[in-house]
């Protein structure tokens, strides 16, 4: 089992940045890449941005050149750093960590871009 904990969001203003955060206990040694999601209301989940083990990433068209993913490895943290942000980013963000059997989600932290 993958414990993960988000934290990091809140109300931002078009344009500010926000970072997000996600701590991973339990059977990290298992997981193999990790990333970020997002779901507004009304709309399905969509995976953002994703880091493997390898140091491959991806992004959502939307996000490219404004959401950048990082990981801490020592810190077992991948983190969400979010610029430029515009209101249509606004969305309940999820962490994800995926392993061979499983792919786990975090509770989701809150995003607000509003003036």
């Known amino acids: 089992q993958v414990q993960l904990v988000e934290s990091g969001g809140g109300l931002v203003q078009p344009g500010g940045s926000l970072r997000l955060s996600c701590a991973a206990s339990g059977s990290i040694f298992d997981i193999y890449a990790m990333g970020w999601g997002r779901q507004a209301p009304g709309k399905q989940r969509e995976l953002v941005a994703r880091i493997t083990n390898g140091g491959s990433l991806n992004y959502a068209d939307s996000v490219k050149g404004r959401f950048t993913i990082s990981r801490d490895n020592a810190k077992n943290t991948v983190y969400l750093q979010m610029n430029s942000l515009k209101p249509e980013d606004t969305a309940v963000y999820y962490c994800?960590?995926?392993?061979?059997?499983?792919?786990?989600w975090g509770q989701g932290t809150q995003v607000t871009v509003s003036s």
């Open positions: 994800n960590a995926d392993t061979v059997t499983n792919a786990y």
